[in-house]
């Protein structure tokens, strides 16, 4: 059993920040990557941000220079720093983790947070 938990979203006023967290949890073997994806109404997910196991990092061209992602991966647990946040950053955001369980290496699954809601509004 895998877990994948987030927290942090919210309101927010456009041009503020809100820091977004997920920590997976359970039989983990190991996490290969863990990222950040967006979904509003009538769209498709979108990535964000993701960020592999040595830190290498990949953005959305919308949220370059804005957002930032990080891990730590002895929490098993990854971070979205947005700042100078947009009318368009609103959605629903979700934790996506690309991860061994124990007892299942070499193969890798992918599983995914419940969401957090993210409103950038005057």
């Known amino acids: 059993q895998v877990d994948l938990v987030e927290s942090g979203g919210g309101l927010a006023q456009p041009g503020g920040s809100l820091r977004l967290s997920c920590a997976a949890s359970?039989?983990?073997?190991?996490?290969?990557?863990m990222g950040w994806y967006l979904q509003t109404p009538g769209k498709q997910r979108e990535l964000v941000a993701s960020i592999n196991t040595d830190g290498g990092t990949n953005y959305a061209d919308s949220v370059k220079g804005r957002f930032t992602v990080s891990r730590d991966n002895a929490k098993n647990t990854v971070y979205l720093q947005m700042n100078s946040l947009k009318p368009e950053d609103t959605g629903a955001y979700y934790c996506?983790?690309?991860?061994?369980?124990?007892?299942?290496?070499?193969?890798?699954?992918?599983?995914w947070g419940q969401g957090t809601q993210v409103t950038v509004s005057s």
């Open positions: 359970g039989s983990i073997f190991s996490i290969s990557v």
């Open positions: 996506k983790a690309i991860l061994t369980p124990n007892g299942m290496a070499p193969r890798t699954y992918q599983y």
